[in-house]
Nanobody, 114 residues
Framework: QVQLVESGGGLVQAGGSLRLSCAASGIRFSIHTMGWYRQTPGKQRELVGQISSGGINYADSVKGRFTISRDNAEKTVFLQMSSLKPEDTAVYYC?????????WGQGTQVTVSS
């Protein structure tokens, strides 16, 4: 059974930092992409950042503030978020792309107060 377990969300003041983690288990096929998306009510889910063999991509809105990293051995992806802004408030979803399919985490709430 595939599981993506996210942790690290919460409430933080503007200018603060949070670190999200997502540990994948039960995926039989090789993982090629791991990343994070976010979604706010009434809006489409948007890419925050992703890491693959082709490199790392970030949304323009988080460049210079967020850093994505990956531990291949542990099948874990991290998102270090710094200089957080109220507009970063959203539910953050972990994404894993494997050669046999793609998977989503359950989401973790990040709330940035002004």
């Amino acid at each position: 059974q595939v599981q993506l377990v996210e942790s690290g969300g919460g409430l933080v003041q503007a200018g603060g930092s949070l670190r999200l983690s997502c540990a994948a288990s039960g995926i039989r096929f090789s993982i090629h992409t791991m990343g994070w998306y976010r979604q706010t009510p009434g809006k489409q889910r948007e890419l925050v950042g992703q890491i693959s063999s082709g490199g790392i991509n970030y949304a323009d809105s988080v460049k210079g503030r967020f850093t994505i990293s990956r531990d291949n051995a542990e099948k874990t992806v991290f998102l270090q978020m710094s200089s957080l802004k109220p507009e970063d408030t959203a539910v953050y979803y972990c994404y894993v792309g494997a050669w046999g399919g793609s998977y989503w985490g359950q989401g973790t709430q990040v709330t940035v107060s002004s």
